[in-house]
Nanobody
Framework: QLQFVESGGGLVQPGESLNLTCTPS????????IGWFRQAPGKDREGVSC????????YYADSVKGRFTISRDTAKNMVFLQMTNLGPEDTGTYYC??????????????????WGKGTLVTVSS
C-alpha cells in the first residue's frame, strides 16, 4: 500500500493562490503516475490533475485547466500542485495518490482506494 502525505492547504480568498505538496511515505514516487484529486463537502471525489511517470505529460480536468499546474521534483521525490485564481468551487479536501490514468470520458481516475488524510483547501471571502 502506497501512502502519501499532502500539505499546503489553507483558507484563502477568491482569486488567491495555494501550492500543495505531495510527499510519499518511504518509496520512490517517480516511478508512478501521480494524481491530485479533491472532494468537496457532500460530493464525490474527482480527479483534478495527473502527471505521467516517464513522459511527465500533464493532464487537467476542464474545471482547473489554465489555473492549476502539476509538477514533479524528481530529486526531492515530491509532486506539487500550484493553484491560482482560486474560487469557492475549488473548496475541498485535496489528495494525491499513485496510478492515475485518463479514461475514454477524459476523467482522471485510479482503480484503488489508497488515500491519505488529504489537505483542506477553503476558498471564501
Amino acid at each position: 500500500q502506497l501512502q502519501f502525505v499532502e500539505s499546503g492547504g489553507g483558507l484563502v480568498q477568491p482569486g488567491e493562490s495555494l501550492n500543495l505538496t505531495c510527499t510519499p511515505s518511504g518509496f520512490n514516487l517517480n516511478i508512478y503516475n501521480i494524481g491530485w484529486f479533491r472532494q468537496a463537502p457532500g460530493k464525490d471525489r474527482e480527479g483534478v490533475s495527473c502527471i505521467a511517470t516517464r513522459t511527465q505529460y500533464e493532464y487537467y480536468a476542464d474545471s482547473v485547466k489554465g489555473r492549476f499546474t502539476i509538477s514533479r521534483d524528481t530529486a526531492k521525490n515530491m509532486v506539487f500542485l500550484q493553484m491560482t485564481n482560486l474560487g469557492p468551487e475549488d473548496t475541498g479536501t485535496y489528495y494525491c495518490t499513485a496510478g492515475c490514468f485518463i479514461t475514454a470520458f477524459r476523467t482522471i481516475v485510479v482503480t484503488h482506494s489508497d488515500w491519505g488524510k488529504g489537505t483542506l483547501v477553503t476558498v471564501s471571502s
